[in-house]
C-alpha cells in the first residue's frame, strides 16, 4: 500500500472516464486561470447519480466501490448508497474524510479526498502511517454552494504542494443528487474516525462496508443539509471487519453511535442541531458527528457486535417534509 | 445502411445482461440501472432498479405491432427483422427475461409520460424505480398480466422535480391510473407527495404465489 496513489489513482479516473464523458454525466469541468481545474458535479450543474458515483469513489482514491441498492423505511422502499472499502485507513482516514480545514475568507474551507495524503493535513490522515508516494497530481473534493476559485485552489495547492496545475478540485452542493449520495456515500468516513477517537487502532480494520438510506434532497441548501446529515446519524449502518481482542470492541461499543445523546439530541433532526450550533461545525461536539449503526466483524474470534440503532421517525420526517402528504 | 441486429434470447442465450445494454442506450447513458431483488410473500424475486439522471428525455416508444420503435433504435419480438427506418434492431422473444425486464422499463416510460400531460416535464431532475420483474412463462397471455401486476401493484417509483405548489403535483397524482406507489419530491417546497400502494395481495394472485 505505502506505493499506492491514493491521488494518482483518483486523477486517473478523472482523466479517463469522467473529462470525456462530462455531457453524459452532466457536469462541467472549467481550468480557471492558474491552471488549477475545478470539476462542477453539482454547483451549477445538475449533477445526479452517475456523478455522485464518480465524487465518492475518486474521494476514496480509488479504493471504494459505490453501488446503488434499495432499503425499507417503514411502508417505503427507499434509494440506498452502499460503500465496499478497501484498505479501510488509507481509503478512508487518509483520503475520503472531510476533515483539512483550510481558513478561507473570514471562515473556513472543509477539504477531502486523496489530497489529504500528501501531507496528512489533518489529525484524521495524520492518524495513519500512509502517505501518498511522491504524487505528480493532487485531487481535492468539496462540498460548497459556490464554484472554487482561483484564492481556494491556490491555497490547497500551498498546503499539498502539488502546483495548481495538477490540482483537480471537485464540488458540489448539498441539494443535488451528487450532493446527497456524495454526502451518504460517508458511511464509513463518519464511522471510522469515531472509533479512532475512542483509541482503536487503524491498522486493526481489514475491510469495511456500509449502507445509507437516501432519503430526501431539496433546493433550500441549508435542509438538504440537515436532511442528509439524518441520514447518516439516524440511518446509515457500517460493518467494520476487524482483527483483534474482542475486549478492544465491548470495551467502546457504547460510546460510539450517534444513541448515545440523551434525548435532547437523539431524536432532534440535525437541522435544528446545526442551527443550535450557529450553522458552524467548528462549533459541533464531536459526539454529534457519531454513526447511527456499528457492527464489527471479528475476523480473529469469529464474533460480531453491533452498537446503535435505526431512527426511523426522523428518517420519515425528513423523506415526507413539513407538509408532504400521502394521498 | 450501417445497423446492427442484436440478439436478446431469439436464437441464443442473451438475455439479462443484453437487456440492461439495451435499456442503459435507452435512457442515453444518464442512467445508473441494475438488478435488485424485492420479498412478494415470501418469494425473493428479481427487480429492476433505475436511476435515472435525466427523466425528462425518457419518451415511449412509438409502438407499430411488435415493433417498438425509439429515437434512434428498434426492438422487435419474434424471429423476423423488421423493415424500419435506420438504426439498430434488437430482437427477443414475446415472453422471457429480456422482454420481462423491458417491459418492466417500459411501465416506467409510461409513467414518466403519463405524469407530463398534467406537470411540465423539463421540471423533472431525477428519478428512481423499481419494479419486481413478474414471473414470466411461455403462456404469452398470462405473462402480460403479470407484467401489468407488477406495474400497476408493484412498482415504486421517486420523481424529484421542481413545481411552484404542491396543489398542481396533487392533482397530477390525482390522475394517475393504479402504477404502484408513486412519490414526488417537491425539490422547491421540501415536501413529498406520495401516491398509490403497493398491492401485495393481489400481486401474490397475479403472479402465481399462493
Known amino acids: ?327 | 445502411m450501417n445497423r446492427q441486429i442484436i440478439d436478446l434470447g431469439v436464437s441464443n442465450a442473451a438475455s439479462w445482461h443484453g437487456i440492461l445494454e439495451l435499456l442503459h442506450r435507452l435512457c442515453g447513458g444518464a442512467a445508473d440501472i441494475s438488478y435488485g431483488d424485492r420479498v412478494v410473500s415470501g418469494f425473493r424475486l428479481p427487480s429492476l432498479e433505475i436511476r435515472l439522471d435525466d427523466p425528462a428525455r425518457l419518451i415511449p416508444p412509438d409502438r407499430q405491432g411488435t415493433v417498438h420503435v425509439w429515437h434512434d433504435c428498434a426492438v422487435a419480438f419474434g424471429a423476423g427483422v423488421p423493415d424500419v427506418p435506420a438504426g439498430d434492431v434488437y430482437l427477443m422473444p414475446e415472453c422471457g427475461a429480456a422482454a420481462t425486464v423491458y417491459h418492466a422499463f417500459l411501465s416506467l416510460t409510461e409513467l414518466l409520460a403519463a405524469l407530463g400531460t398534467t406537470l411540465d416535464r423539463t421540471t423533472f431532475q431525477w428519478a428512481w424505480y423499481s419494479i419486481p420483474l413478474a414471473p414470466f412463462c411461455d403462456d404469452l397471455a398470462k405473462t402480460q398480466a403479470r407484467w401489468q401486476a407488477a406495474a400497476s401493484g408493484g412498482a415504486v417509483c421517486s420523481l424529484w422535480m421542481r413545481c411552484e405548489n404542491d396543489e398542481l403535483i396533487r392533482s397530477a397524482l390525482h390522475s394517475l391510473p393504479p402504477c404502484g406507489e408513486i412519490r414526488i419530491h417537491n425539490l422547491k417546497t421540501a415536501n413529498t407527495l406520495i401516491a398509490g400502494t403497493l398491492q401485495t395481495d393481489c400481486l401474490t394472485k397475479a403472479f402465481g404465489l399462493e
Not at chain 1, 49 to 76: P, Q
Not at chain 1, 138 to 152: M, S, W
Not at chain 1, 211 to 224: F, K
Not at chain 1, 294 to 299: A, E, G, H, K, Q
Open chain 1, 1 to 327: 500500500m505505502q506505493q499506492y496513489s491514493v491521488n494518482e489513482a483518483a486523477a486517473a479516473i478523472i482523466e479517463r472516464q469522467v473529462l470525456s464523458d462530462t455531457e453524459r454525466l452532466q457536469i462541467k469541468a472549467k481550468r480557471l486561470a492558474n491552471g488549477a481545474t475545478v470539476l462542477d458535479f453539482g454547483v451549477h450543474s445538475k449533477g445526479g447519480f452517475l456523478a455522485g458515483k464518480y465524487f465518492a469513489e475518486i474521494g476514496m482514491g480509488g479504493l471504494g466501490r459505490l453501488t446503488y441498492g434499495t432499503m425499507r423505511l417503514r411502508d417505503h422502499l427507499v434509494p440506498s448508497v452502499q460503500i465496499f472499502v478497501e484498505a479501510p485507513a488509507v481509503c478512508e482516514m487518509a483520503s475520503h474524510v472531510a476533515f483539512w480545514k483550510l481558513p478561507y475568507r473570514g471562515g473556513q474551507a472543509v477539504i477531502s479526498g486523496p489530497v489529504r495524503a500528501i501531507r496528512g493535513a489533518d489529525q484524521f490522515a495524520r492518524a495513519v502511517g500512509y502517505r501518498d508516494p511522491a504524487p505528480s497530481k493532487a485531487v481535492a473534493c468539496i462540498q460548497t454552494g459556490e464554484l472554487p476559485d482561483e484564492e481556494l485552489c491556490e491555497l490547497i495547492s500551498e498546503g499539498c504542494g502539488v502546483s495548481c496545475e495538477n490540482l483537480y478540485l471537485l464540488a458540489a452542493r448539498t441539494g443535488c443528487m451528487a450532493g446527497a449520495v456524495q454526502v451518504c456515500a460517508r458511511n464509513v468516513e463518519q464511522s471510522m474516525p469515531t472509533v479512532y477517537d475512542h483509541g482503536f487502532p487503524m491498522d486493526k480494520i481489514v475491510e469495511a462496508s456500509a449502507v445509507t438510506p437516501l432519503v430526501s434532497m431539496t433546493d433550500d441548501e441549508s435542509v438538504a443539509y440537515g436532511r442528509v446529515n439524518d441520514c447518516l446519524i439516524y440511518g446509515q449502518e457500517t460493518n467494520l471487519y476487524v482483527r483483534c481482542d474482542d475486549k478492544e470492541i465491548t470495551g467502546m461499543l457504547d460510546q460510539l453511535p450517534f444513541s448515545k445523546n440523551d434525548s435532547s439530541v437523539y431524536g432532534v433532526p440535525f437541522y435544528e442541531l446545526f442551527a443550535k450550533c450557529g450553522n458552524s461545525w467548528a462549533n459541533v461536539p464531536r459526539d454529534w458527528d457519531a454513526p447511527c449503526k456499528i457492527n464489527f466483524i471479528n475476523l480473529t474470534t469469529g464474533h460480531v457486535f453491533s452498537t446503535g440503532q435505526i431512527c426511523t421517525d426522523v428518517l420519515e420526517r425528513s423523506f415526507m417534509g413539513e407538509r408532504g402528504m400521502k394521498l
